[in-house]
């Protein structure tokens, strides 16, 4: 077994602390790699503090990860020591459903064992996550790497990237539409950057006024402040599409009417309570309301070879893991800009 440091939660009411634990020892198809960076994603909050339900702890958070490759199983084909890879939100399915098949491992019918917060394949072993030194993954898992010089800021792209990049080729957001990206966090910041990238004319809808200069920065051709009920009327029936990315509950009702006929909404967000929708906000302009969950393997591939094309990487916060209580305060107050990332260095 591989003696690993992380930083764990014991219950939904404790800080995170320093947690020692064992890693599994390495198989034919495994890799291990040194975690460098591990960004910090509102999911992790929300486990951590069982607002989902069926939380295990200890927990070790962590799904945005990228490091270096320092050891590889006498199989292994995709990776070479030293190379960077990262990992995301799950690190194995069962390969064979209909499901992973099509590359939605995120979906699969059997079981996906998510990087952290979940159990291995045999259902039983717990998963720990990025907080920690260092991971042993099969290699169909990990993700290649090739922007090395921005690491830190390539980590978010592991979740907050893939998460708002798959619903945006989904949709076929594209050139001569509007898109509205509502909440800009971690998931908010990258949805304008890949959407404008895309050629959408982007509008980020906000209840933080100080970050109207951010966000055109970060490509956004409008910023709406959303406490105010008349900004949000002029908008009625004018949009393509939606990105809500907004992890705390609110009022949909007010953003499903901003869809011009034919528009979409898509939740990637995930509040603790669900939402009441009035069917009168979709049926009006035949409008559609749907979800999208993270991106399977070949999507996040493709979109971290698609950002390493277009420079576009997250804007981010390093952090030392002991100030990562502080972070989680910080996010929650939506006072993020717009990711942190901890410096495994200082584990
Ligand atoms: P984040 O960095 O905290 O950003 C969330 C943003 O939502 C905030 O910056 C804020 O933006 C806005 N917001 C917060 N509280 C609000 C409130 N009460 N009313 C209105 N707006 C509010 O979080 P994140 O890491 O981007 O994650 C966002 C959500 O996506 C979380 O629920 C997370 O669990 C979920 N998620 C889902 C997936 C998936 O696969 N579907 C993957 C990853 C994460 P403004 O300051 O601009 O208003
Ligand atoms: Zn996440």
Request: proline share 3%; aromatic share 8%; hydrophobic share 40%.
């Amino acid at each position: 077994m591989l003696s690993t440091r992380g930083y764990a939660a014991d219950s939904p009411t404790s800080n995170l602390k320093p947690f020692d634990f064992e890693r599994r020892e390495m198989g034919a198809r495994d890799i291990l790699i040194e975690i460098k960076f591990c960004g910090v994603c509102h999911s992790d909050i929300h486990q951590v503090r069982d607002e989902w339900g069926g939380s295990i702890y200890p927990m070790v958070p962590g799904h945005e990860i990228v490091g270096r490759v320092i050891r590889l199983g006498a199989d292994v084909s995709k990776f070479k020591e030293n190379d960077y890879a990262g990992v995301g939100c799950f690190v194995d399915s069962c390969r064979e459903c209909v499901n992973c098949a099509e590359g939605f491992e995120q979906f699969c019918l059997i079981h996906c064992a998510q990087t952290y917060n979940s159990t291995e394949m045999d259902k039983k072993t717990p998963t720990f996550g990025g907080y920690s030194s260092q991971i042993v993954v099969d290699e169909n898992y990990a993700l290649k790497i090739s922007d090395m010089e921005n690491l830190a800021a390539v980590a978010p792209l592991l979740c907050a990237g893939i998460t708002t990049y798959s619903p945006l080729k989904r949709f076929n957001v594209g050139k001569n539409q509007k898109v509205g990206v509502v909440g800009l966090g971690g998931l908010g910041h990258m949805g304008v950057k890949l959407a404008a990238s895309m050629g959408a004319q982007v509008t980020v809808f906000s209840t933080s006024p100080s970050k109207e200069q951010d966000s055109r920065k970060l490509g956004a051709h409008d910023f709406v402040v959303t406490k105010n009920p008349e900004n949000m009327r002029a908008l009625a029936g004018s949009y393509d599409f939606i990105l809500d990315t907004v992890s705390a509950n609110h009022d949909l009702n007010q953003y499903l009417n901003l869809l011009k006929r034919g528009g979409a909404m898509v939740l990637v967000g995930a509040p603790e309570k669900p939402a009441a929708v009035s069917a009168f906000s979709l049926i009006g302009n035949n409008r559609t309301l749907a979800g999208s969950g993270i991106g399977g393997i070949a999507e996040t591939q493709e979109m971290l070879d698609y950002c390493a094309a277009n420079k576009i990487s997250a804007d981010v916060e390093i952090i030392p893991i002991q100030q990562i209580s502080d972070a989680y305060e910080r996010t929650i107050k939506s006072d993020v800009r717009y990711r942190f990332v901890i410096d495994m260095n200082s584990l």
